[in-house]
């Protein structure tokens, strides 16, 4: 540390030092990284570049490719279903799942373990078991099928139409587990009295929750959203897992779009492009938010 | 951990790949994984290995298109494997241009590869600017329709000698309860089946309007609205065929389940492995019976730079051993694939690869659309089949507007 100074208020630049320089490695891969990778990305979406990056600019043919592809269009129509699902129905069932295990019940420590399982696991095992669950003939519909039922039909992965629903059951059966454990430690971090006065008062549990307790668990509520929403954006391995995007491109998301035009396809002018209108979406969703909630009046 | 220490020891890391194969060893990244496939590549492991080198396999399994972006990030990114295989033609275009691939004009010119390798189309897409730099392994073609006899006789139908007749037969067959016509969920496979029902229905001509000169105005012409028809039809005998991969769907084939497959040649290894016999359990029509065409893309070995002396000697050795007559037998018998030459003695080929040989012999051998179309434009067109092949909503002229979108801006 800087020996202080008694007279003179030590040099603001010079404060906590160590822990300046500590960070100076971070700070740098951060700017070098993914300031500057994305910014070379953005560049570079206005090229041709094929299979090696080529600085040879072509303004906005790569986009308007993009917004004419129907694989493009209908991997945003896919984001946007499985995003706002997930979204409402991870925190729903999550919320819910922790209210219960709040109740003091026994065996909580078994059940929060159980729910939590699936998240040690990777989206790629996660996939590849739910394909093997969803596969009409050796999953659940072979097997009901098995028990009498002929006419019984349940093969979501191999249906165009809603085949996005059975890679969302296999996103929320993997994730809800965490936001269950994040909204357990917003619910226990409310103080036991609160609980007191509102049972004095006369009010029914399910107006507490609502009335009560969700408003004064908004930062958690807040992370949540933050961690859910990242990992929407970039579901990829879940897909890649399950369906590889079929039936036909029924279940393309836009990160194998990147992916497949960059690697597969060898045109990393149109991988780029599409990952420019990723950053952007984010950054539209993103930017205001953070400027509601970090900016403006500082919050105590 | 000072930095420079920790300087080396990541340095030690990214070295330690290439530090473990041995001066003679040689690492060969590959896709050939199913049954018929590593069998047949095991004979280019034993050729390499009896002189004096090691093959240090590397097998990617998932196909060609898993394989290739590995393949391509190990070598721009300075990890280059020994050799690598590639589709000639384009996919590894830009790779050789930038400088990254080894030029063997000086070992094809020992082994006189231009007056031995036939089609001559072979190497002329392993040349760039004069100069060789790939080694074409095997003659793959695309128009073929792999037949199970069994599942015919089953449905009351005599076994179809062209594509016509087998689209004649789907209802009776469905009838039996089996699949007329088994397709893998990948979309290259749709994209195949495409080109292939092109070329077999619509002759050279069509063929080379469209995808040689990118004629947007024949892609839009009525003699494809005809091939739009047709894969209608397949869509139509395709449904109900919820597999992925290729060798998938041609189990199905062998098993039974389903009828047919228009599939490469490369299929032909899958039923020898399962011990069936062309012409009396499984019957094949080149050109799909229709007419007496086959495109001839295929696999070739690159040779990425190497730094070290030994490695590049290593890489002539396995050149020169790819080309050799007895390796060419011995391993396009196993794959089912046409040798690259025509002086070798294939007296135990089968039935189907006769056929084959014949069509090549007769000259009736064009480029397939891998070699003439890039990467990209293939990508095109392989999200436009997948989607038109899965969902019966996409009616043929919607599908044939798109195709001649992709023809006119296609390179």
Known sequence: MTGHAPAKRPNQ???????????IPMILIALGIFLGGSLWTVVYSFTNSKLLPRASFVGFDQFERLWSSSRWIISIQNLAIYGILSLIFSMVIGFLLAALMDQKIRFENTFRTIFLYPFALSFIVTGLVWQWILNPEFGIQGIVRSLGWESFSFD???????????????????????????????????????????????????RTYLFIVIPMM?????????????????????????????????????????????????????GFAASTMMLLTVAIIIIPWAYLEFGGKKRG | MNIRAFAAALAATAVLPLGLAKAADLEVTHWWTSGGEAAAVAEFA??????????????????????????????????????????????????????????????????????????????????????????PVNIHSWQWLWLNNEAFEKAGVPVPKDWNEFVAAGPKLKEAGIHPLALGGQPWQANGLFDT??????????????????????????????????????????????????NQATNMVI????????????????FQIAGKVAGKDYSCLPGLGVSQYITTGGDAFYFPVLEDEEGSKAQDALAEVLVAPETQVAFNLKKGSLPIRGDVDLATANDCMKKGLEIVAQGNALTSTDQLLSPDSQSQKQDLMTEFFSSTSMTPEAAQERFAEIISSAD
């Open chain 2, 46 to 135: 034993k050729a390499f290995d009896a002189t004096g080198n090691k093959w240090v396999d590397g097998a990617i399994a998932g196909g060609g298109s898993t394989a290739r972006p590995i393949m391509i990030s190990r070598i721009t990114g300075g990890d280059p494997m020994g050799a690598t295989q590639f589709n000639h033609g384009r996919q590894a275009q830009e790779l050789v241009e930038a400088g990254l691939m080894r030029d063997l004009t000086a070992v094809a010119e020992k082994g006189k590869w231009k007056e031995v390798i036939k089609p001559a189309s072979l190497l002329e897409s392993c040349t760039i600017d004069g100069k060789i730099y790939c080694v």
């Open chain 1, 156 to 206: 979501p992965l191999y249906n165009a139409d809603i085949v996005i629903y059975g890679i969302l059951i296999a996103g929320l059966w993997q994730g809800t587990g965490l936001v269950m454990c994040l909204m357990l430690a917003g619910l226990r971090g409310i103080d036991e009295d609160i609980w007191k006065a509102a049972r004095v008062d006369g009010i029914p549990m399910w």
């Open chain 2, 255 to 270: 098993t039974g389940k389903a009828a047919g497959q228009v599939m490469g040649d490369w299929a032909q290894g899958e």
């Open chain 1, 13 to 23: 630049l010079f404060r906590n030092l160590t822990a300046k320089i500590a960070s």
């Open chain 1, 218 to 270: 908004r930062p958690v509520f807040i992370t949540t959203l933050v961690i859910i929403a990242s990992g929407i954006v970039k579901v990829y391995d879940l897909v890649v897992a399950q369906t590889s995007g079929g039936p036909g491109n029924a279940s393309e998301v836009p990160a194998k779009y990147v992916y497949d035009y960059m690697f597969q396809a060898q045109n990393l002018g149109q």
């Open chain 2, 197 to 246: 029902l092109l070329l077999a229905l619509g002759g050279k001509e069509l063929h080379e309007k469209v995808y040689v000169e990118k004629d947007a105005e024949s892609a839009a012409g009525p003699e494809v609205k005809k091939i739009f028809d047709a894969a209608a039809q397949a869509r139509e005998l395709s449904i109900g065929t919820n597999v992925q991969d290729w």
